[in-house]
């Protein structure tokens, strides 16, 4: 019995002298182990603003509340079998309900709270995306419930600039991630870091004082300011989809870009979504998540003769009083290319010419300019080459280069078939010839501004001189043209005001037969508001109208922006100008 006890004594001698030197240091680690947590201090996301601030997307941090409740009857009952005054679990249930209803108001329902209380559930969330002053007022004085952080993604706008702005889902984790658009572009910036600490938790879950240590604040995403007119925008989204369904093209879009700067003011797409409703929701119903604008290039028809005349112009080729023989007909490159409407020989002037929109006068022009030159005139105006906007997807068009022309190319392009351009190429051209003739490439984003106020321009490309000065401010008077009587867009006109631009008309192809339709068309009109004193760069594109006056349904549309610009910025009028002559009497 003694050399029994005297072993048992030995053992526990150096079971103790083990735990107190060697394996004491384990068991410490061990023990901080468990009751160590490492938590992350998420950031917040950054904003999405329009080029006056105001805002276009912003995070919301809210609460999920949420609860063990088969966990909290057990400890209710525990508590009242060790004291009759505390309450019963239904006596907490019914106070829990009604300070739900105190704080929350209409938007919780008492007879669901209830039963997610009473029920043998582990966990449960009871109400998700719950502001944080509500939510710490609830979980004060009822510790139990959980609040759980959680990143809204609000669009105060709903569907304003979706196109452009895009979208965002939330990972695993719960982070906010874009998926296109601005969102997607700018995810990295947008994002910020996220900080973390280091604690130590008691075993009822709460921090043990004087533990918090290693702390890491993180650094919320950058804002990201756009240089959209968020009530131009507007705006033109409406009248977009309006032309759109009053036309019954199977699709629009339409760019509106500062004249000088060539900074995008407003970019709009039918059937466009509101991302505050949800992706999925969206598509079941059909929306285009895409942005057609700089994603699906058409072929311009028409409104692309801007390009031939400048290049004459530039060249010393002609003049806007020159007066031409145009027959009705041509035959240029082995094929035959006829005006719009029958005519016999008509004298026209250079500036008839594109203000009647003849292809046969554009093509005898053409032939002055040259194939080379003209080539070289389409890559400095920014055709077939992307602009380099700050959206994923975009599309450089299509330019056959000059050595794989064959056939009636050459017969094609200077009217513009054969060639394509987004919405955003083809209001690029205009912009051309609105700032005396230097190309600005197209930018959407100002600059991005981080937390701390710093502010990062985006860089710029320099602008390119395209044409001379002189050049530009012949075309822009010459194109006045298009939109008085007799032009081939008086829709487009605004009383007391220059407006320069030019209607398109352009055959799409017909899969039966692969070749040009008869039926279907892009309907094209771009514009420069006012002619004389540029402000504004409008461009637009209806893709098969089946209603109204065929080559006609954009214009309007033009006026109808023009119109409401001119009303917002109270743009002065033009100086009276005489009408352009068409043609010679």
């Known amino acids: 019995m003694r050399t029994a006890l005297v072993l048992i004594l030995v053992v526990a001698l150096v079971k103790l002298l083990w735990v107190q030197t060697v394996g004491g240091t384990e068991l410490a680690a061990r023990a901080e182990s468990q009751r160590q947590v490492q938590e992350v201090l998420p950031a917040t ?24 409740p088969h966990v909290e009857a057990e400890n209710a009952k525990a508590r009242r079998e060790l004291d009759s005054t505390k309450p019963t679990w239904d006596e907490l249930v019914e106070d829990i309900v009604d300070e739900f209803e105190t704080v929350l108001g209409d938007s919780v329902d ?33 510790p139990m419930i959980g609040a759980e952080r959680v990143d809204i993604r609000e669009y105060p706008g709903g569907a304003l600039a979706a196109n452009v702005v895009g979208a965002t889902t939330k990972s695993d984790e719960g982070k906010l991630i874009g998926l296109q658009g601005i969102e997607a572009f700018f995810n990295d910036a947008l994002d910020g870091e996220d900080g973390k600490q280091t604690f130590d938790r008691a075993q009822d879950n709460t921090v043990i004082p004087g533990t918090l240590r290693n702390v890491t604040e993180p650094r919320d995403g950058d804002t990201v300011r756009l240089t959209l007119d968020a009530d131009l925008q507007w705006y033109v989204q409406k009248a977009i989809q309006s032309a759109k369904d ?17 900074e995008v003011r407003a970019m709009a797409n039918d059937n466009t979504f509101n991302p505050a409703v949800g992706i999925g929701k969206e598509l079941e119903r059909g929306a285009d998540l895409g942005n057609p604008a700089v994603t699906t290039p058409f072929e311009p028809g028409s409104v692309q003769k801007i390009i031939t005349a400048a290049a004459a112009i530039e060249a010393g080729l002609t003049d806007p009083e020159e007066v031409h023989s145009v027959d009705g007909s041509i035959s240029m490159e082995g094929v035959t290319v006829s005006d719009a409407w029958q005519h016999g020989p008509e004298a026209y002037t250079t500036a008839g010419i594109f203000g009647k929109s003849s292809n046969v006068g554009t093509l005898m022009l053409a032939q002055r300019v040259g194939k080379s030159a003209f080539s070289e005139y389409l890559d400095k105006f920014g055709l077939g080459q ?9 599309s450089e068009g299509l330019v056959p280069d000059l050595q794989n022309w064959q056939g009636g190319t050459f017969a094609n392009l200077p009217i513009g078939q054969g060639l394509s351009m987004t919405t955003l190429q083809m209001a690029g051209i205009y912009q051309t010839i609105a700032n005396d003739g230097v190309r600005v490439p197209p930018r959407i984003v100002a600059e991005t501004v981080g937390p701390d106020g710093q502010s ?16 530009a401010r012949t075309v822009r008077d010459m194109f006045r043209g298009v939109t008085q009587s007799g032009g081939t867009g008086p829709q487009a006109a605004v009383a007391g005001y220059q407006i320069s631009g030019k209607t398109g008309t352009a055959q799409q192809i017909d899969p039966g037969c692969s070749c040009y339709s008869n039926s279907r068309y892009w309907i094209t009109f771009s514009g420069i508001l006012p002619a004389d004193d540029p402000r504004y760069v409008i461009a637009i594109m209806l893709d098969a109208p089946s209603r109204g006056v065929l080559g006609a349904s954009a214009a309007p549309l033009f006026h109808d922006i023009a119109s409401w610009l001119i009303n917002r910025d109270n743009i002065p009028p033009s100086a009276p100008a005489e009408d352009v002559v068409l043609q010679a009497r």
């Open 246 to 262: 009053s036309s019954g093209a199977e699709n629009a879009s339409a760019v509106v870009l500062d004249a000088k700067t060539g």
């Open 386 to 394: 992307r602009t380099g906007i700050a959206l994923a997807g975009e």
């Open 110 to 142: 008492r007879e669901e709270i209830e039963a997610k209380l009473t029920s043998d559930a582990g966990f449960t969330y009871l109400v998700r995306n719950v502001d944080v002053t509500q939510a710490n007022a609830i979980t004060k004085k009822f």
């Open 45 to 68: 996301r950054g904003s999405i603003i329009d080029v006056a601030g105001e805002p276009i997307a912003f995070t919301r941090e809210a609460r999920d509340l949420s609860i063990q």
């Open 456 to 471: 990062t321009k985006v860089e710029r490309p320099e602008g390119e001189r395209v044409v001379s000065e002189q050049t």
